[in-house]
């Protein structure tokens, strides 16, 4: 494995720019009527199956991130 996973930052860069590009675009354009970040949520967690789902979610990928094997956002194993 390479020393620098250079391919692995570059996917967690665009997953967090996309994120921050769609929070910034709703909140400076209000009357596009798009939904920001905090609004798809509170949509989700109106509902106690919505609320269990994100919850299940949640840990699934803190599990597969954090915990099994410790393989951290697509490093190599600890040795």
């Known amino acids: 494995m ?3 996973p250079v ?3 570059l996917v967690w860069a665009v997953l967090f720019g996309a994120l921050f590009g ?3 675009l709703t909140l400076a354009r209000p009357e596009a ?5 905090s609004d798809a949520m509170d949509a989700v ?3 106690p199956v919505g609320r269990w789902v994100l919850f299940a ?5 803190g599990w597969h991130t954090f ?3 410790w393989h951290f956002l697509l490093r ?3 040795e």
Do not use: C, I
């Open 57 to 61: 979610v949640w840990l699934w990928f």
């Open 22 to 24: 769609w929070e910034a």
């Open 67 to 69: 915990v099994r094997g």
């Open 2 to 4: 390479a020393d620098h």
């Open 45 to 47: 967690m109106r509902y």
């Open 33 to 37: 009527g798009l939904p920001t970040l």
């Open 7 to 9: 391919a692995g930052y």
């Open 76 to 78: 190599g194993p600890v």
